[in-house]
């Protein structure tokens, strides 16, 4: 419970940073819009993060420029308007999406404003800011000097100082073959850094470090690290955790709960076709109904909305920087 305890406040913290200023209307909208867009249901977000972000939000800004773009496959003039608004609070991501820019549709059409800062200048700006929160021992800031130098020293810094996706990305990348070490120096490290990432709270590096304990033989720190995950409402984790804990398949050696599998197996019916999971929802819990009472199946169904007050809303967690 406590890594689950500890995500959970980092959730809060997030969305009580971010919604700081903003009216009770313009916050409920942006926590509703937010979750949408981790659920993978960006068109439900849109109206929701618009209320934001005309609010004067800037993570809403960034995000609805974010929906935009990925929407339309380039930089239409609504996703460069949020994005502009964004950066212009001084937001490091959205001036990084503005310097990526290689589809922007004023470009194709060659009407572009005058005045319209070019890509590379806008990279340059996020270069200098991150800078000099990077001198000053920011790590989120470091990571982003790593994804704007390519250099893997910014990276390796930023994970060090305990940033969690940084943690993630040198294990994935030792993992992938990165760096030289002796056969066996690679996997500690890859170990090394899956745990720490799983220690400070990032769902994906906690089935990562999951299944390295599974190859060497420590079931029960796979079962431990899967429960946090699912905790933590990683939504892959929390259809195979609901899965296993139905028996349905029995694996891992999960003792048999039910009631506890349906809940946590229905509770994906509200990502609503996001991310594409709610045909496994539809496949699984007929499959696992046919086991249980009624009453068995009402109490799953209580237990789910009880769960989804208490623990982070069921997320993809799908990177920030996306392509």
């Known amino acids: 419970m406590k890594r689950s305890l500890i995500s959970a406040l980092l959730f809060l913290k997030f969305v009580n940073n971010a919604c700081a200023g903003l009216s009770s209307e313009a916050e409920s909208a942006k926590i509703r819009g937010l979750t949408l867009y981790n659920q993978d249901k960006t068109a439900l977000a849109v109206p929701l993060l618009t209320i934001a972000a005309q609010a004067g939000d800037q993570e809403a800004q960034y995000y609805l420029g974010e929906s935009h773009r990925r929407k339309n496959h380039y930089m239409n003039p609504d996703a460069r308007m949020w994005y502009e608004a964004s950066a212009d609070h001084g937001d490091l991501?959205?001036?990084i999406q503005l310097g990526r820019s290689q589809k922007d549709l004023c470009q194709i059409s060659k009407d572009c404003p005058a005045g319209q800062k070019k890509p590379i200048e806008w990279l340059n700006q996020a270069k200098d800011l991150a800078n000099l929160k990077a001198e000053k021992g920011d790590p989120e800031a470091m990571y982003i000097m790593y994804e704007l130098t390519m250099n893997n020293e910014w990276l390796q810094k930023s994970a060090s100082a305990g940033y969690a996706l940084s943690q993630y990305w040198m294990g994935v990348g030792y993992k992938q073959g990165e760096g030289f070490f002796l056969p066996w120096k690679r996997g500690e490290e890859v170990?090394?850094?899956?745990?720490?990432?799983?220690?400070?709270g990032y769902p994906?590096?906690?089935?990562?470090?999951?299944?390295?304990l599974f190859e060497k033989g420590d079931i029960e720190g796979f079962r431990y690290w899967n429960e946090q995950a699912a905790l933590a409402g990683y939504a892959e984790t929390v259809y195979g955790y609901g899965s296993y804990l139905a028996h349905e398949p029995d694996r891992y050696g999960f003792p048999l709960d039910l009631v506890k599998g349906y809940a946590y197996v229905y509770s994906l019916s509200e990502l609503d076709g996001g991310g594409d999971m709610q045909t496994n929802v539809e496949f699984k819990l007929p499959i696992i109904a046919a086991k249980m009472t009624p009453a068995q199946i009402l109490e799953a169904k209580d237990l789910a909305k009880a769960w989804k007050v208490s623990h982070p809303p069921v997320s993809f967690f799908p990177d920030k920087l996306s392509q």
Request: glycine share 4%; net charge neutral; proline share 0%.
């Open 93 to 95: 991501y959205a001036m």
């Open 191 to 200: 170990e090394k850094w899956f745990k720490s990432s799983a220690e400070g």
């Open 204 to 212: 994906k590096s906690m089935m990562e470090y999951a299944t390295l």
